[in-house]
């Protein structure tokens, strides 16, 4: 008996059998654009061996006007039908099934030539679109409609037609967006009439027996967003109009609540979409935050759709089904959330890939074979590059002993964990464990390896992590002077004003620690109190009118740094704006441009700029150093002393900008070739 029957069980959709309730949502990995085809192949190939039902590709633009952005990948040729098979075979092959999205961005396309029913700029778009004509919408509905049919011809089982996040056909549905006096705005149901027609006319074009999945945009979480009557009476439309499928979408891009960051708690809109079963008579897909398979059973169970989406946890782990439904559910590698190695990527101009697992995206190329020989390996440091060394290595069969002077593994992680809305790195810490234990990995725990504990290995893999850096500042031995790791490990005791040097990720991370009391990202209710969302039957696009209601801060905490520009610039690149709001919400002062004179007991002297003006003394109980940090490379550099030769990765190696992504990355790549 599995502990999944919900979500293992078959869907049946009439004219095709869905093996389970599970959906991989599409994600822009920039794969395509690659024209790498056999690389984009092998992705989507590689997760319909693991098991998931049935997979939705990233976003392809049904015209230029409609692309993301300039030559962004769709399907506009003979040749380009033709590149798509080769997806769509491997995927048949492999047995699993696949949709092809068609997503036109409207105003949200980065291009000068952008087009929208109305001439409003997005407030996270360089351009202001251009207002289409009448002429001009329909060519937008043919060249939608065409590339579903080429969807059909290159093979797809079906399409996705992309009606939420505030993309072009969303941006219709709502007055945010259009002002149009026309048949194509004003009234709801002539704000509505594009997105019906689109479906209309597609299913017209590819007959009964193609999946047609319509992503309505279930709670807008913008300005004058759809009341939930809209919603349900679109979602009416959309299923006469011959969609197969209903799956949802969260909020707009521009919307300042986070949807999908790791503070949002597991599951946080499946109760919207449960709004909506019952409505219609089509299956319902709900999606966000939903990263393990008792979340998806337990939103499957209570009722709250027919199916789950989940995109990001298939960066993570290919096999997530497969290890799911072979009682291996302790051996999925959990998504955490994070975005660093996929959103922020894709908003970087980067492939997607994902911190958990550096092999998604680069499936062809990042080989995990097994050894010719099998080698005595010594990593030492048991944090994320240790780690996945020491994995990597004993999947490959070599003889693996993994040293760490800590009595427990996860190095850095385990302070990550104890960060207000990052509970996500308490699974991560709990999968390596379980890995650890299951690769045959002999653990050497509290002990500190030296030279001499290190002489019979063949290979050595040094990833001794870091040390804080000293930011020798006058008075910093105090007592009442503390490092992160006496705060987020020591449990060190935190008076009721806190100055923090440094605005690193890890200066912000101890801000939120120091200001939070119970972590909303625990309690549901909290968290959509704390960002001002409410029920969309109550409240238009489902805002609070009274706005975010954040629990007051539990300390007064001044955030420094030295740098002259705005806090937390080098957080990532799509949640960094919530680190800094959630900052903000808690009062959380935040300055730049500051030298560091001293510290007293009074509390910590600053003045400002090169010529020291404007002395100041921010009033402390406790001021916390988060100023960076060193590599620790100590054994490394005894090693060579003594003429051995060792691998150095993970912040032993370089320890600015570190983060685990990096030192995955690394360990893991290096484990392959060795
Ligand atoms: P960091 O990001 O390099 O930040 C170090 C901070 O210390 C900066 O604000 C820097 O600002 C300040 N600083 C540097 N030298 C100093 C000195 N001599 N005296 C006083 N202040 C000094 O390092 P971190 O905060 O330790 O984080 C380490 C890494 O962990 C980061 O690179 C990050 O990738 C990762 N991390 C990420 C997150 C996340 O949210 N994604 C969270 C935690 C950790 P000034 O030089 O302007 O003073
Ligand atoms: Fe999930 Fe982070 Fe991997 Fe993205 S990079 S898939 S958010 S774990």
């Not at 559910?329 to 908003?347: E, G, K, R, V, W």
């Not at 690149?573 to 007991?601: C, P």
Request: aromatic share 6%; hydrophobic share 40%; glycine share 10%.
């Amino acid at each position: 008996m599995t502990s999944y029957p919900h979500m293992l069980a078959p869907l049946d959709l009439g004219f095709t059998t869905l093996k389970n309730r599970v959906l991989m949502g599409s994600m822009h990995t920039g794969l395509e654009e690659t024209k790498d085809w056999n690389r984009v192949a092998e992705f989507y190939a590689a997760r319909a061996r693991g098991g998931v039902a049935l997979m939705v590709t990233g976003g392809m633009a049904p015209n230029a006007e409609g692309g993301v952005f300039p030559g962004a990948a769709g399907l506009f040729s003979a040749d380009d039908i033709a590149n798509h098979r080769i997806v769509t075979d491997r995927v048949h092959d492999a047995g699993g099934k696949i949709a092809m999205q068609v997503l036109h961005a409207g105003r949200y396309a980065y291009s000068p030539d952008c087009v929208a029913p109305s001439a409003i700029k997005a407030p996270i778009a360089p351009f202001r679109p251009k207002e289409l004509d009448v002429s001009g919408i329909e060519k937008q509905i043919g060249d939608i409609v065409t590339a579903v049919q080429r969807a059909q011809q290159a093979g797809y089982d079906g399409a996705e037609i992309m009606g939420s996040e505030g993309y072009f056909i969303n941006q219709f549905l709502v007055t945010h967006t259009n002002h149009r006096t026309d048949e194509w705005g004003g009234t709801y149901a002539n704000r509505m009439r594009l997105a019906v027609e689109v479906v209309k006319r597609a299913r017209a074009a590819v007959g009964p027996n193609f999946i047609l999945i319509y992503r309505i945009s279930m709670i807008d979480l913008v300005p004058n967003g759809s009341t939930w009557d809209e919603v349900v009476q679109l979602a009416k439309a959309i299923e006469g109009a011959g969609a197969t499928i209903l799956n949802t979408g969260i909020g707009w891009h521009e919307a300042r609540v986070p949807t999908i960051a790791t503070s949002v708690p597991r599951r946080a809109f499946s109760w919207v979409t449960k709004k909506m079963m019952g409505e219609v008579t089509i299956p319902i897909i709900t999606s966000n935050r939903i990263n393990m398979p008792d979340v998806a059973e337990s939103v499957l169970a209570e009722g709250c759709a027919d199916m789950v989406s989940m995109a990001r946890p298939f960066l993570a782990d290919p096999d997530f089904v497969a290890k799911a439904a072979t009682d291996r559910t302790a051996h999925i590698a959990p998504c955490i959330a994070c975005n660093q190695a996929c959103l922020d990527h894709t908003f970087s101009g980067k492939l997607s890939t994902c911190l958990v697992n550096p092999r998604a995206s680069y499936e062809t190329e990042l080989v995990v074979k097994k050894s010719e020989v099998s080698k005595k390996i010594a990593v030492v440091g048991a944090g994320p590059a240790g780690l996945s060394a020491a994995l990597t290595a004993a999947e490959r069969g070599h003889e693996v002993t993994l040293f760490d002077q800590a009595d427990e593994i996860g190095g850095q992680l385990n302070m990550a964990k104890k960060v207000p809305g990052k509970e996500e790195f308490w699974g991560l810490v709990s999968y390596y464990k379980t890995m650890v234990s299951a690769s045959g990995i002999t653990l050497a725990l509290g002990q500190k390896a030296d030279v001499q504990a290190l002489a019979d290995f063949d290979g050595i893999i040094i990833a001794t992590g870091v040390t804080p850096r000293d930011p020798a500042i006058h008075g910093q031995t105090l007592p009442h002077v503390l490092s992160y790791i006496d705060v987020l490990r020591r449990n060190a005791s935190v008076g009721e004003r806190v100055a923090i040097i440094g605005a690193g990720g890890i200066g912000f991370d101890v801000a939120e620690f120091l200001v939070t009391g119970e972590s909303p990202t625990e309690n549901l209710d909290d968290w959509l109190a704390e960002w001002g969302v409410g029920d969309p039957s109550e409240t238009r696009g489902g805002l609070r009118p009274e706005g975010p209601q954040p629990e007051p801060p539990t300390r007064a905490v001044t955030l420094l740094q030295r740098k002259a520009q705005k806090l937390g610039k080098g957080l990532g690149k799509t949640t960094g704006w919530i680190h800094r709001a959630a900052l903000q919400m808690k009062d959380v002062k935040m300055i730049g441009g500051v030298n560091y004179e001293r510290i007293d007991s009074s509390g910590l002297h600053i003045s400002y700029g090169e010529d020291r003006s404007n002395p100041t003394v921010i009033s402390a109980d406790t001021i916390v150093l988060c100023a960076g940090q060193i590599p620790e490379r100590s054994l490394a550099d005894e090693l060579l002393a003594a003429g051995r030769e060792c691998h150095v990765i993970g912040g032993a190696d370089v320890a600015a900008e570190l983060d685990a992504k990096r030192a995955i990355n690394q360990g893991t790549r290096l484990a392959a070739r060795i």
